[in-house]
């Protein structure tokens, strides 16, 4: 059970996570958003999910929503099965998180009964919808960690891509964005290599002309809305100051947590 007081419901503590001022997260290229995220997925302030995840293109592809009436019960095994890497992270081989610690031996693991079981209670009364069902498995989430819902300020949704933007900013109208940018030259190398690494089949000129472009574009793409954003350097994430700036703009402490990343990928 979360550390939220004895005489607060979870239909209170829902009401808070309703409350939470959102942000986004989003990439440019190989440009560290995992690595940003490690250093807030500690933060008691923050609520966050195990890296990014496509939650909009869930809600608008599962089978589950398609019913006139929607059953609960069904929906979240449906995210669960669909997300189950971000649960038991021993499934998640790409991003190496079935090899957590100094040796390599640990991996997140939430015991999905209990998921489900808070995500029901969250979400008990509520309308189901694409918004109440975020908040819910992110509380959820939350609660599994023993984590207290209740101190927290910030709602962060790593998105990873530009272009999932439009219908998370239609559950979150007043998000702000953070965008990750990094040393063109860096993000290129390491992109290219990457997924030659990941897949044979995109060594090819698209990769190439694909990264290029998507270096070039960088933050422009957020241009077209009207939300708060900052853009970020992935080689300023070492400097004291900076990070002190970004948690001034977040409305959030500075904790000592976000100096000791253990997020390994980088």
Known sequence: M????????????????ESL????????????????????????????????????????????????????????????????????????????KNSLGENKDQSIDIDLTLYKKEATKLLHGRKINSRNLMLAVYGAYAICLNQNLLKMKLLLHHIHNAERLSPYLNDFPDSKIICMTRDPRANFVSGVINWRNYDKDYDCGWLVYYYVRRIIIDAYSIDKHANDYIVVRLEDLGNKSILLELCDWLNIKYENTLEHSTWGGL
Request: glycine share 4%; hydrophobic share 35%.
């Open 2 to 17: 979360s550390k939220f007081d004895s005489n607060k419901t979870y239909s209170d503590v829902m009401d808070h996570l």
């Open 21 to 96: 001022k959102p942000c986004t997260l989003i990439t440019t290229g190989r440009t560290g958003t995992d690595f940003f995220q490690s250093l807030l997925d500690s933060h008691p302030e923050v609520l966050t999910f195990n890296g990014h995840i496509f939650f909009h293109d869930f809600w608008n592809n599962a089978k589950c929503t398609k019913t006139d009436a929607i059953d609960v019960s069904d929906l979240l095994d449906e995210f669960i099965g669909m997300n189950i890497e971000k649960l038991k992270s021993k499934y998640d081989l790409q991003e190496k």
